[in-house]
């Protein structure tokens, strides 16, 4: 048997990770990572890192008899996610900030940590499944088997070590299922709502936080159309993302899409659908998750939206940890510090993070 430290939220998926590894006769001991700034967490307690989560792993971990330890990560959550987080909104990207925290404390910080105690595994409440390929010779990260809770999309990220230290009891349920699990175990936490807001934030509104931390964003500026028309007034170039449609404030007879934002210039750039057609996509710090990097184009489905199809694309590696995806189909904007997320069928080939796209090159 092995020694698992689960990384618990306080919520159902996590819970039900820790005992059915528990029940497997696994040495099990629960950590929660304190994350959030306390501002946060006041605004918050419902959060994933906050006082009301930590009470009920507590309740959890004493239901299932395991030792349960809080983890003070806020020092490096401030550096690795936060401050990254408010960056990219100031040169005119959008993060993912689950994506970081998987990549610099789930499975960075946390796994050295378990790892330096004698431990043999992480493991937390996502919904997706890591396999050994023997034909391969490596692990892979497939897709949850069920697709609507499939959370690989945000663990893109993942290495061989890493993949070979963490464990998704998970994987293989659904939502319900796991309901019916934490109901079997009498878990606490069985009827608990799940959240899908970023966890530090109030809402899963990002504007308030952004505007306390960086005001110098907070500064109106001009909508124009892509031949350079005034159409508006915005609130800050920071408060928009390429992609959005609503919330613009502009009459124009028509939906329109934003099609760029220039933090330069303070400027939104905003145009009809038949405008917001995106056709290309350059993508950086690229992983290979699951192979090596292809040294010829490769035919894959890309995501670049977490509640997205596949878009059948042709991927091409042209420089170290770089890569140019063609899409097949004309695909609605998606915005630069988004993830796309490569998939050779249920296995995730690798991913990045969208720099550019020919709408960021036609109306920069």
């Known amino acids: 048997m092995a020694r698992v430290m689960v990384a618990m939220s306080g919520g159902v998926d996590s819970s039900v990770a820790a005992a059915l590894l528990k029940e497997a006769g696994h ?24 006082p009301d989560a930590v009470h009920d792993a507590a309740r959890v971990a ?29 040169v005119g990207r959008t993060p993912n900030p689950c994506v970081l925290c998987n990549r610099e404390l789930k499975f960075g910080h946390l796994l050295r940590l378990a790892l330096a105690q004698d431990f043999d595994y992480v493991a937390t409440g996502h919904y ?14 497939r897709r949850a088997a069920m697709k609507q809770w499939d959370q690989s999309y945000f663990l893109y990220s993942l290495d061989q070590f890493q993949m070979a230290h963490t464990i998704f009891p998970i994987g293989g349920m659904s939502k319900d299922e796991a309901r019916q699990v934490a ?15 970023i966890c530090f934030l109030s809402g899963g509104d990002y504007r308030p936080f952004l505007a306390e931390r960086r005001p110098e964003l907070c500064v109106e ?13 915005h609130d800050g170039c920071a408060f928009y993302t390429v992609g959005q449609r609503t919330g613009l404030g502009v009459a124009t007879g028509e939906r329109v899409y934003i099609l760029a934002l220039r933090p330069d210039t303070n400027t939104v750039v905003v145009g009809p659908k038949e405008e917001a057609q995106m056709t290309r996509v350059r993508v950086e710090n690229v992983a290979w998750t699951g192979r090596d990097a292809p040294d010829v184009p490769m035919r894959l489905g890309v995501k670049v939206r977490y509640r997205q199809r596949d878009a059948e694309a042709v991927v091409e590696v042209v420089g170290n940890g770089v890569a140019e995806v063609g899409f097949d189909e004309a695909q609605l904007p998606s915005a630069p510090g988004q993830a796309a997320v490569f998939y050779d069928g249920e296995v995730v080939a690798g991913g990045g993070v969208i720099v550019s796209s020919n709408l960021s090159d036609d109306y920069a």
């Open 183 to 197: 109901r079997r175990f009498g878990l606490p936490v069985s009827e608990k709502p799940g959240s899908q807001d």
């Open 62 to 90: 004493e239901a299932i008899g395991i030792a349960l330890y809080p983890l003070n990560l806020r020092r490096n959550f401030q550096e690795l996610v936060i401050g990254p987080f408010c960056d990219e909104y100031a």
């Open 221 to 233: 500026g001009p909508i124009v159309t892509s031949d350079g028309k005034r159409i508006g007034t």
């Open 27 to 50: 040495e099990v001991v629960g950590v929660t990572m304190r994350l959030g700034p306390d501002a946060c967490l006041e605004e918050t307690p419902k959060a994933c890192c906050g």
């Open 128 to 141: 997706a499944i890591i396999e050994r390929s023997e034909a391969e010779g490596r692990f892979q990260l």
